[in-house]
């Protein structure tokens, strides 16, 4: 989920820009330490769709771990 297919960059952006509009606190300091880590490792934007897998992970219970 790191690089989408090229198909799905205007739905990519949209959700990279959408996340990046309300995320706050903690969420958004996350998602400023991975858009930096990958703008230095591999020198592109982060991908909107691994934002927003990072936001489920960071709010996934106990019963949805096992249901994935």
Not at 6 to 21: G, N, Q, V
Not at 24 to 48: C, D, N, P, W, Y
Not at 53 to 61: D, S
Request: proline share 1%; glycine share 2%.
């Amino acid at each position: 989920l790191r690089v989408c297919k090229r198909k799905w960059d205007p739905l990519d952006a949209k959700i990279r820009s959408a996340l990046t509009r309300v995320a706050t606190g903690e969420i958004l300091k996350m998602f400023e330490l991975l858009a930096e880590e990958e703008r230095v490792k591999h020198q592109r934007q982060i991908s909107g769709a691994y934002m927003l897998r990072m936001v489920y992970r960071r709010f996934q219970t106990k019963n949805s771990e096992s249901i994935l």
